[in-house]
C-alpha cells in the first residue's frame, strides 16, 4: 500500500520559509518521479516542482529561483524548500507520484501573511 505523506507546512510571514517533506511507503521515490503541487479553493491543481529519477528538477515560473526541490534517498523523502515566500504562495501542497496510478498525500497547508 502506498502512503505518501508531507509536513512541514504553518504560517509564516511574507519573505520567510518553510521547508515542506514528502515521506514515503510501499513507493520508492528514487525510482519514480516525484512532484510538489499545490492547490488553492476553487482553483485546479498547480504543479510547483518536480523531480526526475536522474535526480534533476523542474520549477513553475512562478516559483523559480525561490524553491527548490530535493530527494533524500536514504530516507524516501522529498523536500521542498521554500524561501522569500509571498502571499500568493498560500495554498495546500501536496506530494505525488504517477506509478501505474496517480498517488497523493493528504496535504499540508502553508500560508503566508503579508
Known amino acids: 500500500q502506498v502512503q505518501l505523506v508531507e509536513s512541514g507546512g504553518g504560517l509564516v510571514q511574507a519573505g520567510g520559509s518553510l521547508r515542506l517533506s514528502c515521506a514515503a511507503s510501499g513507493i520508492i521515490f528514487r525510482i519514480n518521479a516525484v512532484d510538489w503541487y499545490r492547490q488553492v479553493p476553487g482553483k485546479s491543481r498547480e504543479l510547483v516542482a518536480a523531480?526526475?529519477?536522474?535526480?534533476?528538477?523542474t520549477y513553475a515560473d512562478s516559483v523559480k529561483g525561490r524553491f527548490t526541490m530535493s530527494r533524500d534517498n536514504a530516507k524516501n523523502t522529498v523536500y521542498l524548500q521554500m524561501n522569500s515566500l509571498k502571499p500568493e504562495d498560500t495554498a495546500v501542497y501536496y506530494c505525488?507520484?504517477?506509478?501505474?496510478?496517480?498517488?497523493w498525500g493528504q496535504g499540508t497547508q502553508v500560508t503566508v501573511s503579508s
Open positions: 505525488h507520484v504517477l506509478r501505474l496510478r496517480d498517488y
Open positions: 523531480i526526475t529519477i536522474g535526480g534533476s528538477t
